[in-house]
């Protein structure tokens, strides 16, 4: 449940975080007289060959984290069921309050205490050795951790509610359980998504209004003329936590709000900010946090059919040694969110593909609403802090969930050659 949930909260809250650092080039390649992938080379170029080994080990190293998560993810799971801790979790809650409604929540914030715990290592490894080792995190391990038990502490209060509305929806339906469950679950990952810039994203960064008028006039110039109602720009102080630069349009039903990170404002060219904005401002013109919900709740009705199919004959086979009875025994939770998990990990080259697909079209809306192909490049270049710039085709389709930097500075490039050519027509 860990891992499938917060994976699918990630990508609702993302709403594309753009990241980049500023580089610059002192000669701006012309696509329409060198060719477009001429000029995409020229880019690729300014790249220091250490930087490149860097990046592409870092993001080539990302595949097997993600691996290794699922792996010990499934571990910690199945070690909950065969050692009978979850069943032994269950009772224990059920000993704390005779409210069936209530037993659920108990289970709930016992279960993530203690699969917090047994993934720690490997949480420890990949959110703060890892990116120490990569130069992307500036916290020590005190900020780190503290920021981590902020983390927990709301993820006791989600979970809670969730599995206390889940469950009692579990007893109530029967053999229809998995559409109700892929209900609620929708709904309350929607909730999340609305609640999340306004409300949560504070919780571990501070915000305040853009004070630069040179950089925030511009942004609310260019939100006003794609239909944007927006009167502020919100500037983040992310370089507490990392390296990387950030900016986005995020939230949904009225919660929308554009952000700017510190690193951004500190690092980039005025062109590849306003290039950046351009592709956020494009998600939100495109609709793009609802159509994302749209799709997800299509993989997540599916995700709740395959596990009431794979579930019942699971916990019948193994209910002796699990002592897990129906749906509705919150002890099964492992087994649900194993299922889930599972699922969710097969599904991982479709769930990038579409958001790949989301990505490249705030892309290009983004370069016709800025009218920066150099700047855009400029910040496409700059992903390569994280972001391998090159990959094989086979490579970007199954792991990339953003366009490669390569990609990206070809249409940049394409952009402008097209604008070039019509500018003397």
Known sequence: MKLSLIAIVGWLLFLSCVEI???????????????????????????????????????????WVTLWQFIWSSAVL???????????????????????????????????????????????????????KYALATQTFGGWFGDQLKALALGLLFIAILLTVLYA?????????????AGVTIVFLAIISMIGPVFIAPVFNTYRPLQDASLRDPILGLAHANGIAANEVWEVDASRQTTRISANVSGMFGTQRITLNDNLLTRASPAAIEAVMGHEMGHYVLNHGYEMLAYFAVIIAVGFAVTGRAYPPLAERYRSRWRVDGIADPA?????????????????????TIIRTNEFEADMFGLNAARQPDGFAEASILLGDYRKMSPT???????????????????????KAASTQNRYK
């Open 21 to 63: 650092h500023a580089q610059g080039i002192d000669a701006k390649p012309d696509p329409a007289t060198i060719g477009i992938d001429a000029a995409t080379d020229v880019y690729l170029a300014t790249i220091p060959p250490e930087a490149k080994a860097r990046s592409d080990a870092y993001f080539e190293g990302g595949y």
């Open 393 to 415: 085709p086979l490579e970007e389709i199954i792991f990339f969930d953003h366009p490669s930097g390569r990609t990206r500075i070809h249409a940049a490039m394409q952009w």
């Open 332 to 352: 099964g939770l492992p087994l649900i969110a194993l299922i889930l998990g599972a699922y969710l990990f097969l599904m991982a080259p479709l769930l990038n």
């Open 169 to 181: 929806v579990l007893r109530r339906t029967g053999r229809a359980w998995w559409i109700w469950g």
């Open 78 to 132: 199945l070690l909950l069921l065969h050692s009978g801790l979850s069943a032994r979790l269950r009772d224990v809650a059920a000993r704390i309050s005779r409210a069936r409604w209530l037993q659920p929540a108990i289970y709930g914030i016992l279960f993530l205490l203690l699969t917090t715990v047994l993934q720690f290592p490997l949480d420890l490894y990949t959110g703060f050795v890892r990116e120490h």
